[in-house]
């Protein structure tokens, strides 16, 4: 049986709340999260399915306060010391491939449902829909601590780090799509109600 205590205090050890990522290309992303969270605020103005907008906007400032405080790192850590204090450490390669595996079929998943849910409105929000699945398994997988993965990520094309790339990418499609709905008229027979 593993003790609370111990278990904190392995974690503890391995990881602390301090700034994730400090660099100008962290903030910037930072400040894309925010950006992107308070266009989707605007775009729920004139949209059909203002439950989309809002619940995006809060899932982006969620993201955004986890980008600096990087409290993937901590689910990692707590991965880590649970796998050494039970004895698996050794053969976290396959449990990181399955939480990968189980990652990308959730991401396929919620993607189908999602798109059976938003059908009729697909031409509003598809392109941020495809954002946000895309942003989501991106923040998943980096949380798994998977070696090759990582290596991945931190490989440059032309000085552009493709964690940059991958996440800026999500982010810049949600935000596209939430300026043109923000921009739009709103829709015949709709009148604004909070």
């Given at each position: 049986m593993i003790s609370a205590t111990a278990l904190r205090s392995c974690i503890a050890e391995q990881w602390s709340p301090t700034i994730g990522d400090p660099s100008v290309i962290g903030w910037l992303t930072v400040a894309a999260y925010g950006f992107a969270a308070l266009l989707c605020l605007r775009a729920r103005r004139n949209s059909h399915v203002r439950w989309f907008w809002l619940i995006l906007a809060l899932?982006?400032?969620?993201?955004?306060?986890?980008?600096?405080?990087?409290?993937?790192?901590?689910?990692?850590?707590?991965?880590?010391?649970?796998?050494?204090?039970?004895?698996?450490?050794?053969?976290?390669?396959?449990?990181?491939?399955?939480?990968?595996?189980?990652?990308v079929f959730s991401g396929f998943w919620i993607s189908l449902v999602s798109l059976w849910f938003l059908r009729k409105h697909l031409r509003e929000v598809g392109i941020a829909l495809i954002g946000f699945v895309t942003l989501i398994c991106f923040v998943m997988i980096r949380a798994a601590g998977f070696h090759n993965f990582d290596a991945f990520l931190g490989a440059e094309i032309m000085s552009i780090r493709m964690n940059w790339l991958l996440e800026l990418s999500g982010i810049a499609l949600i935000a596209a799509n939430a300026a043109w709905v923000g921009r739009r008229r709103q829709p015949r027979g709709m009148e604004y109600t909070e």
């Open positions: 899932l982006l400032f969620a993201l955004m306060i986890n980008k600096q405080l990087d409290l993937q790192s901590a689910l990692t850590a707590s991965a880590r010391c649970l796998s050494q204090m039970q004895g698996w450490y050794e053969d976290r390669k396959s449990v990181q491939i399955g939480f990968i595996i189980v990652v």
